[in-house]
């Protein structure tokens, strides 16, 4: 299989100044001075760079987004060329690995340049975020920054990330279609006897041939009657007849992910596995009812707990019932009853209702929808709405 045709990678440069202007104007409003940022997600949302080179720990990043102008990269020699062919211009280098100076003097110098006016520096340090660098370099920085202050700017970068222009959504909505296909693939590929091992490496391909960069996120595990675990690594034990199958997939293109799930009975399903499927469908569709702009993510969450609440179910135990999807399969905002973000046109969503209904076994359902002026537009197709038997 090859990728359609219509599928176009990055973003013109339009799309960055609007991002990087957006941030400035926030960071206008906090009085901050410039954005100090030194994640994967934050390099690709605001250069368009993308690099397996994350991977390795040993060189940190940063990424600068000044009160005004072009955002300046400081960053190790060996990514000069590649971050100088984005449109930000101003790249400044270091020899690394260098663990006595890893950037920090230069990083200090050049955060100096555009810390003047309100001598205050955004970083990330809320929820769901992380600063790539040692902590050590972290304490270096601070006492090098003298009387700069290091504030945290979580809210900048997550109101930007949470709403997407309508070319991030084509994204997503690309790469939900590949999926579902891939899932809908499920009953010709597996099959009783093969490990669920087997039945993750198998379904991994067919996900990848549909033209997706990579499936870094993946479980498929089976049990008797009901899923057992909804984040264990697939082992080598044989599905039977009677397990439940169980395949959540965090796909991605051009940065970009889709996160879902499905669920299929191997054989055959009990009455208890087909009551707790059409009891956690219904809940789904009514989170996907209550999206809407104005309403809060805890809103959601309540529309789908009073379905669960109908049956005898216990709730389920993953701590929240959706998310927000972008450049991560999980991001910002949760779906949970203390989380009162407001939504937003332009959010993507993962509606994910689950319940535990007997002891040791549970069932989620997931799908993906953006938060449009009149409602949820769903961009996975829709599961069965009774378990398939494979």
């Excluded at 991002?19 to 934050?42: F, P, V, Y």
């Excluded at 902590?135 to 003298?146: Q, W, Y």
């Excluded at 959504?169 to 939900?176: E, L, R």
């Excluded at 959010?347 to 319940?355: D, K, N, R, S, Y």
């Amino acid at each position: 299989m090859t990728i359609k045709s219509e599928f176009i990678r990055g973003f013109p440069d339009d799309e960055f100044v609007v991002r990087t202007q957006r941030a400035q104007n926030m960071m206008r409003k906090q009085s901050i001075d410039a954005l100090l940022l030194m994640s994967e997600t934050e390099f690709t949302y605001f250069t368009g760079f993308q690099s397996n080179f994350w991977q390795s720990p040993t060189r940190p990043w940063f990424l600068i987004i000044p009160s005004a102008g072009k955002p300046v990269a400081v960053i190790p020699s060996i990514g000069e060329n590649a971050i100088s062919a984005s449109w930000i211009g101003d790249v400044r280098v270091w020899a690394s690995p260098n663990p006595q100076d890893e950037g920090i003097s230069l990083l200090t110098t050049t955060l100096k340049e555009f810390a003047t006016t309100h001598k205050r520096i955004g970083v990330l340090m809320g929820f769901e975020t992380h600063l790539r660098m040692p902590a050590n370099d972290v304490d270096k920085l601070r006492l090098a920054l003298g009387s700069i202050d290091l504030t945290d700017a979580t809210d900048i970068i997550r109101n930007l990330r949470m709403v997407k222009s309508e070319r991030e959504i084509g994204k997503h909505v690309f790469v939900c279609d590949l999926v579902s296909s891939a899932y809908e693939n499920v009953p010709n590929l597996i099959r009783a006897g093969m490990s669920e091992r087997e039945t993750m490496h198998t379904y991994r391909m067919d996900v990848l041939s549909r033209g997706v960069d990579s499936v870094p996120y993946i479980i498929a595990t089976a049990a008797p009657e009901g899923s057992d675990d909804a984040i264990r690594y697939p082992s080598d034990r044989a599905m039977a007849e009677g397990d439940v199958l169980f395949i959540d997939t965090g796909a991605e293109i051009d940065g970009y992910y889709s996160d879902f799930d499905r669920n299929f009975a191997i054989g055959r399903a009990s009455d208890a596995t087909r009551r707790a499927y059409e009891l956690v469908y219904r809940a789904t569709d009514a989170g996907i009812k209550a999206v809407r702009p104005g309403a809060r993510t805890c809103d959601i969450w309540k529309a789908m707990a009073d379905v669960l609440g109908m049956s005898e179910a216990t709730g389920g135990g993953v701590g929240r019932m959706g998310h927000g999807v972008g450049l991560r399969n999980t991001e910002w905002p949760s779906i949970m009853p203390t989380d009162e973000t407001v939504l937003c046109a332009g959010m993507v969503l993962a509606i994910e209702p689950g319940i535990d209904f007997a002891p040791g076994k549970m069932m989620l359902h997931e799908e993906n929808v953006v938060v449009r002026e009149n409602g949820a537009q769903l961009i996975t197709r829709r599961a069965a709405p009774e378990i398939p038997i494979i």
